[in-house]
């Protein structure tokens, strides 16, 4: 998970509050963070790298199949 980001996404909630409770900011934008972290954790995500490796299998299976699927047609064809 990018912490960075979640950092930065508290940094602007905090950022958008009314100006009389930017005395409170602090305090608010750790709440924030600790809220945002929590439901992300939850969420059932995966990295771009694991994404990129599961796209790139699935395009060989895909590759396969259609190869298989053409090979099939062909047999079909000659013993029709």
Known sequence: MDT???????Q????A???????????????FNAVLRARL?????VTRDEFDAQARVL???RAKL????RKIAELE????
């Not at 960075?4 to 508290?10: E, K, Q, V």
């Not at 602007?12 to 950022?15: F, P, S, W």
């Not at 409770?21 to 602090?26: D, K, M, V």
């Not at 954790?41 to 995500?45: F, M």
């Open 4 to 10: 960075h980001f979640i950092d930065d996404l508290a």
């Open 12 to 15: 602007r909630l905090a950022a």
């Open 17 to 31: 509050l009314p100006p009389g409770l930017h005395a409170l900011r602090q305090d608010l934008e750790h709440n």
């Open 41 to 45: 954790e939850k969420l059932d995500l």
């Open 59 to 61: 395009a060989r299976s």
């Open 66 to 69: 259609e190869e298989l699927e």
């Open 77 to 80: 064809q000659r013993l029709a």
